[in-house]
């Protein structure tokens, strides 16, 4: 991987000397995680004096998402997909005179955008961060083995385009910076940010049940093999999440006790009382639900992929995502020894301590400095 790919950590005074933005203008979509991501990045931004304003893409927001999006800064929904939800790179066209539209509308002077195609073809004079939280083409590589079909190449190509135009690429770990130079060759500028929670340590008295929480529609969250494996679990599985995407892709469970999509509050209830969380997903360039698993103390079972043991090698068990019964073993071996199922639940909330929100912000914002710091590309060009 390129030395450029590293965490960035304790470098927030590197670019001490130059002021972070005053106003960023930040990409959202309401159907993952990017939402929470942007959510409480912002508002832990608020206090060094840097505003937020949302321009959010795909199925619009619930009431609650837009109370809490106008509380922490501005919202602005556009009539627009995210690459992902479309089948033509036409139906994305206009994205980025919208985004210059809004940047001069609110006087934002940085972009932050949480889809890399989305800076693709942007030549305003102000700086770009692009995040990849995940890609269809590094998704394909990790859940199919195989590269993108014929018809969704476009997304590769934007994703490139998007990658050379932004001041600085920005990947959730080392493990998905190295997926992304697999799939895309070298990224200049790349770098490593981890992402945080800001979900409260719940202790609440552990029950004997097993919880998971995913988007279940997607392939890569691995819910089908999961429901085989809750067939074989000494202790009842609970699920929460969508089953249905919006593409219309569905997942039934047969063997888990579904509740249905919750909000994050009640999740993170139900998450606080289950003595083991299992996450057996195929892709992750993070993985949100480990780490607000592992701050309730919960013992973990996550799927052996690169991503994972990245983040949580000695604080979980794993298991084979391709294999139910992995999963059924590690849940059971869990179950039937407390004295483990409190080491692990020890293990898993000390590592979580690693995941700051502060660090996460600090890194941002020496991010944005960097980002300002770069001569403009249109002026460049010039």
Same mark, same amino acid.
Request: glycine fraction near 8%.
């Given at each position: 991987?390129?030395?450029?790919?590293?965490?960035? $950590?304790?470098?927030?005074?590197?670019?001490?000397? #130059?002021?972070?933005?005053?106003?960023?203008?930040?990409?959202?979509?309401?159907?993952?995680?990017?939402?929470?991501?942007?959510?409480?990045?912002?508002?832990?931004?608020?206090?060094?004096?840097? &505003?937020?304003?949302?321009?959010?893409?795909?199925?619009?927001?619930?009431?609650?998402? $837009?109370? &809490?999006?106008? $509380?922490?800064?501005? #919202?602005?929904?556009?009539?627009?997909?995210?690459?992902?939800?479309? &089948?033509? &790179?036409?139906?994305?066209d206009g994205v980025s005179e919208r985004l210059v539209e809004l940047c001069l509308t609110h006087s934002a002077n940085l972009l932050h955008l949480n889809l890399p195609s989305q800076a693709a073809g942007l030549a305003p004079q102000i700086p770009v961060v692009a995040v990849s939280h995940s890609c269809v083409t590094t998704w394909f590589e990790a859940v199919r083995g195989s590269g993108l079909p014929a018809h969704w190449l476009w997304q590769k190509r934007l994703n490139r385009d998007g990658f050379d135009r932004a001041d600085v690429v920005l990947a959730p770990s080392r493990s998905h910076a190295a997926a992304l130079i697999r799939s895309y060759g070298q990224i200049d500028n790349l770098m490593v940010v981890r992402n945080s929670s800001r979900a409260p340590c719940l202790m609440a008295a552990k029950e004997s049940f097993v919880f998971a929480a995913g988007r279940w529609w997607d392939e890569g969250k691995n819910g089908a093999v999961l429901d085989r494996a809750a067939a074989r679990m000494r202790w009842p599985l609970v699920v929460a999440g969508s089953c249905t995407g919006p593409n219309g892709k569905h997942l039934a469970f047969a063997h888990a006790e579904h509740l249905g999509e919750l909000d994050h509050d009640s999740t993170m209830v139900l998450m606080s009382k289950a003595a083991i969380v299992i996450s057996p997903s195929i892709y992750e360039p993070f993985g949100l639900a480990p780490l607000e698993a592992a701050r309730t103390g919960a013992a973990l079972v996550l799927s052996d992929i690169d991503t994972y043991r990245e983040l949580w090698d000695g604080a979980a068990l794993f298991a084979d995502p391709r294999e139910p019964g992995a999963f059924a073993d590690a849940v059971d071996r869990l179950a039937m020894d407390a004295g483990l199922r409190a080491e692990m639940g020890r293990r898993s909330r000390q590592r979580s301590g690693e995941f700051t929100l502060a660090a996460q912000r600090d890194a941002m914002l020496d991010v944005y400095r960097r980002a300002m710091r770069q001569p403009s590309r249109l002026t460049a060009a010039e």
């Amino acid at each position: 991987m390129s030395d450029r790919a590293q965490p960035i $950590r304790q470098s927030a005074v590197e670019h001490s000397d #130059l002021r972070p933005p005053r106003r960023v203008l930040m990409s959202v979509d309401a159907v993952g995680g990017v939402w929470r991501y942007a959510m409480d990045l912002a508002e832990a931004m608020r206090p060094s004096g840097v &505003e937020t304003v949302f321009a959010g893409f795909g199925p619009t927001p619930s009431e609650g998402q $837009r109370r &809490e999006a106008n $509380r922490i800064g501005m #919202l602005e929904w556009l009539a627009v997909q995210p690459d992902w939800m479309v &089948e033509d &790179e036409a139906a994305l066209d206009g994205v980025s005179e919208r985004l210059v539209e809004l940047c001069l509308t609110h006087s934002a002077n940085l972009l932050h955008l949480n889809l890399p195609s989305q800076a693709a073809g942007l030549a305003p004079q102000i700086p770009v961060v692009a995040v990849s939280h995940s890609c269809v083409t590094t998704w394909f590589e990790a859940v199919r083995g195989s590269g993108l079909p014929a018809h969704w190449l476009w997304q590769k190509r934007l994703n490139r385009d998007g990658f050379d135009r932004a001041d600085v690429v920005l990947a959730p770990s080392r493990s998905h910076a190295a997926a992304l130079i697999r799939s895309y060759g070298q990224i200049d500028n790349l770098m490593v940010v981890r992402n945080s929670s800001r979900a409260p340590c719940l202790m609440a008295a552990k029950e004997s049940f097993v919880f998971a929480a995913g988007r279940w529609w997607d392939e890569g969250k691995n819910g089908a093999v999961l429901d085989r494996a809750a067939a074989r679990m000494r202790w009842p599985l609970v699920v929460a999440g969508s089953c249905t995407g919006p593409n219309g892709k569905h997942l039934a469970f047969a063997h888990a006790e579904h509740l249905g999509e919750l909000d994050h509050d009640s999740t993170m209830v139900l998450m606080s009382k289950a003595a083991i969380v299992i996450s057996p997903s195929i892709y992750e360039p993070f993985g949100l639900a480990p780490l607000e698993a592992a701050r309730t103390g919960a013992a973990l079972v996550l799927s052996d992929i690169d991503t994972y043991r990245e983040l949580w090698d000695g604080a979980a068990l794993f298991a084979d995502p391709r294999e139910p019964g992995a999963f059924a073993d590690a849940v059971d071996r869990l179950a039937m020894d407390a004295g483990l199922r409190a080491e692990m639940g020890r293990r898993s909330r000390q590592r979580s301590g690693e995941f700051t929100l502060a660090a996460q912000r600090d890194a941002m914002l020496d991010v944005y400095r960097r980002a300002m710091r770069q001569p403009s590309r249109l002026t460049a060009a010039e």
